[in-house]
């Protein structure tokens, strides 16, 4: 089943704009991580924020976490042509096994 | 190895087949994953394996599926009697420690004619 849900599952801007990408999840975390996808194949690890922590940065990404609301954002400063891409959010539940459960993404598309 | 490493890259089989997807994880990495993606669609856990510990199996869809790891390191998915719904990218990850953050591979593209 899935934890993660984003929110929009898709969006386009223009280039130089900030993009914003929302995930609410149902059982309480461990951590929450961020991966970005190119063409349908291999993920890319972005960025991991544990429970105890509320806001990460990392470059022209910011992470923020909201437990009491079970939601994280994920913003991206300045886009870039090469952020298009599928931005998904998983996350690592504190009952049961140990394994990241992904939500099914957003589709980010920045036009030139 | 710099990454983890998927072979075949593509796979085209006849359904009633069986096929073997495999991983090589990063050296050292203690855990290791497969996850299964259908097109448009999120990631689908199926099993992973950590240590010496027994893997947890509970992602696998059906009995045509198993996976093993071999001293510690690489790992194959099997699928039998392939079916056309196991259609999909089969997607290898591993971490260093659990609760870390994943390393995934190129992944494994199956169709099932």
């Known amino acids: 089943s899935q934890q993660g849900e984003e929110d929009p599952q898709a969006l386009s801007i223009q280039e130089g704009e900030n993009a914003t990408m929302n995930c609410s999840y149902k059982t309480s975390i461990n951590n929450l991580q961020w991966y970005r996808q190119n063409s349908g194949r291999g993920l890319v690890h972005l960025i991991l924020?544990?429970?105890?922590?509320r806001e990460k940065h990392s470059g022209r990404l910011r992470v923020t976490l909201d437990t009491s609301k079970k939601s994280s954002s994920l913003l991206i400063t300045a886009s870039r042509a090469a952020d298009t891409a599928s931005y998904f959010c998983a996350t690592d539940g504190i009952q049961g096994a140990q394994k990241l459960v992904f939500g099914q993404g957003t589709r980010l598309t920045i036009n030139p | 190895g710099a990454g983890v490493s998927q072979s075949p890259s593509n796979k085209v089989t006849e359904k009633g087949k069986d096929v073997e997807l495999r991983c090589d994880p990063i050296s050292g990495h203690t855990a290791l994953y497969w996850y299964r993606q259908s097109l448009g669609q999120g990631l689908e856990f199926l099993i992973y394996?950590?240590?010496?510990?027994?893997?947890?199996k509970s992602g696998l869809p059906s009995d045509r599926f198993s996976a093993e790891r071999t001293g510690g390191s690489v790992s194959t998915l099997t699928i039998q009697r392939t079916q056309q719904e196991d259609s999909a990218v089969y997607l290898c990850?591993?971490?260093?420690?659990?609760?870390?953050?994943?390393?995934f591979g190129s992944g494994t593209r199956l169709t099932v004619v």
């Open positions: 924020i544990r429970s105890n922590e």
């Open positions: 990850a591993s971490s260093l420690v659990i609760r870390d953050g994943y390393t």
């Open positions: 394996f950590q240590g010496n510990s027994a893997p947890d």
